[in-house]
């Protein structure tokens, strides 16, 4: 069943069966801003700790918005210049997208969303439907001139965190590499075993764990080269809930984790980000030699698959 809701006074899409309860946002950024398990009575997503959403304009910090729920980045996550088509075009912090209002149609179970890019010649379209405990989400972005464009997209998926909650990496993760100065795992970089390393000071830290809220920590690190496989799961022990991504690891084969232990506004959540781009930047991705060109009429598709369990 989807129908159109209030949600802090946004206007929202609520899809419902047996097992989830979904809720969309179409005019910030298409955000996914609820997933909830009836059966478990459990909330997925970290929640906007304000009454209201507040509508961004396109060049605004991400940072001083809701921070919440599941945004989709793109084409960037960290803002920066591109030259495009004889122009500096401006990437915006943590993408265009979350920033725009999508159209959007409902075509029986199915929701279509869509909009047309104003710094590139883009049109992005998501479409999303619910089937028992599993969400399903496919993207289509499509080029729609000849000149090629680089571009990171990243799931920006804010989940809450749980002290006992169980980190797990795609099967076969060996390592992981610092991409954030780190007051525990040091400098940008710095390679670490998965799922038990030492810290700059010699003890032992947990990479499929969180720290408590009052450690007023944040980290980020991704999967270091290329992901084996294309799934992964953080289980909720006290809550025996299990949340699992299931994503193309041809069309995303890096991921990377984000996690605020209270260290970025108080909020304790994290994020498995599955992206095309390594890492966060064009020019870091460029430096690197993995960064993806959407080529002039082409489309760049693929799916994620999230299961509340």
Same mark, same amino acid.
């Given at each position: 069943?989807?129908?159109?809701?209030?949600?802090?006074?946004?206007?929202?899409?609520?899809?419902?069966?047996?097992?989830?309860?979904?809720?969309?946002?179409?005019?910030?950024?298409?955000k996914i801003a609820s997933i909830y398990n009836k059966n478990k009575d459990f909330e997925l997503l970290f929640q906007n700790k304000g009454d209201a959403y507040i509508k961004a304009k396109i060049y605004d910090d991400f940072s001083k918005f809701d921070a919440s729920g599941f945004d989709d980045a793109f084409p960037t996550i960290d803002k920066c210049v591109v030259?495009?088509?004889?122009?500096?075009?401006?990437?915006?912090?943590?993408?265009?997208?979350?920033?725009?209002?999508?159209?959007?149609?409902?075509?029986?179970?199915?929701?279509?969303?869509?909009?047309?890019? /104003?710094?590139?010649?883009?049109?992005?379209?998501?479409?999303?439907?619910?089937?028992?405990?599993?969400?399903?989400?496919?993207?289509?972005?499509?080029?729609?001139?000849?000149?090629?464009?680089?571009?990171?997209?990243?799931?920006?998926?804010?989940?809450?965190?749980?002290?006992?909650?169980?980190?797990?990496?795609?099967?076969?993760?060996?390592? /992981?590499?610092?991409?954030?100065?780190?007051?525990?795992?040091?400098?940008?970089?710095?390679?670490?075993?998965?799922?038990?390393?030492?810290?700059?000071?010699?003890?032992?830290?947990?990479?499929?764990?969180?720290?408590?809220?009052?450690?007023?920590?944040?980290?980020?690190?991704?999967?270091?080269?290329? /992901?084996?496989?294309?799934?992964?799961?953080?289980?909720?022990?006290?809550?025996? /809930?299990?949340?699992?991504?299931?994503?193309?690891?041809?069309?995303?084969?890096?991921?990377?984790?984000?996690?605020?232990?209270?260290?970025?506004?108080?909020?304790?959540?994290?994020?498995?980000?599955?992206?095309?781009?390594?890492?966060?930047?064009?020019?870091?991705?460029?430096?690197?030699?993995?960064?993806?060109?959407?080529?002039?009429?082409?489309?760049?598709?693929?799916?994620?698959?999230?299961?509340?369990?």
């Amino acid at each position: 069943m989807i129908e159109k809701t209030i949600f802090k006074g946004t206007e929202a899409i609520k899809f419902e069966d047996d097992i989830l309860r979904v809720l969309v946002l179409p005019t910030i950024g298409g955000k996914i801003a609820s997933i909830y398990n009836k059966n478990k009575d459990f909330e997925l997503l970290f929640q906007n700790k304000g009454d209201a959403y507040i509508k961004a304009k396109i060049y605004d910090d991400f940072s001083k918005f809701d921070a919440s729920g599941f945004d989709d980045a793109f084409p960037t996550i960290d803002k920066c210049v591109v030259r495009y088509d004889g122009k500096d075009v401006v990437y915006p912090d943590h993408g265009e997208v979350w920033s725009s209002s999508f159209n959007y149609e409902a075509v029986g179970d199915i929701l279509k969303l869509w909009f047309d890019s /104003v710094i590139l010649p883009y049109r992005y379209e998501k479409t999303i439907s619910i089937d028992g405990e599993k969400l399903n989400i496919h993207y289509n972005i499509k080029n729609n001139r000849r000149e090629a464009f680089p571009c990171i997209w990243a799931m920006h998926c804010l989940i809450n965190c749980e002290e006992d909650m169980e980190v797990n990496f795609p099967d076969g993760t060996k390592d /992981v590499v610092n991409v954030q100065k780190s007051k525990r795992l040091g400098a940008v970089d710095t390679v670490h075993s998965y799922p038990v390393t030492k810290d700059i000071n010699d003890e032992e830290y947990h990479l499929d764990r969180v720290l408590p809220l009052s450690s007023n920590n944040t980290e980020k690190y991704y999967v270091n080269d290329k /992901v084996i496989n294309g799934y992964c799961n953080v289980y909720y022990p006290s809550k025996d /809930v299990k949340y699992v991504v299931e994503f193309d690891k041809e069309k995303l084969p890096y991921l990377g984790f984000w996690v605020t232990e209270g260290g970025f506004r108080g909020d304790y959540n994290c994020a498995f980000e599955p992206t095309n781009g390594f890492y966060d930047s064009i020019d870091i991705a460029k430096n690197k030699n993995r960064l993806f060109y959407l080529e002039g009429g082409k489309e760049l598709d693929f799916d994620i698959k999230i299961s509340l369990k």
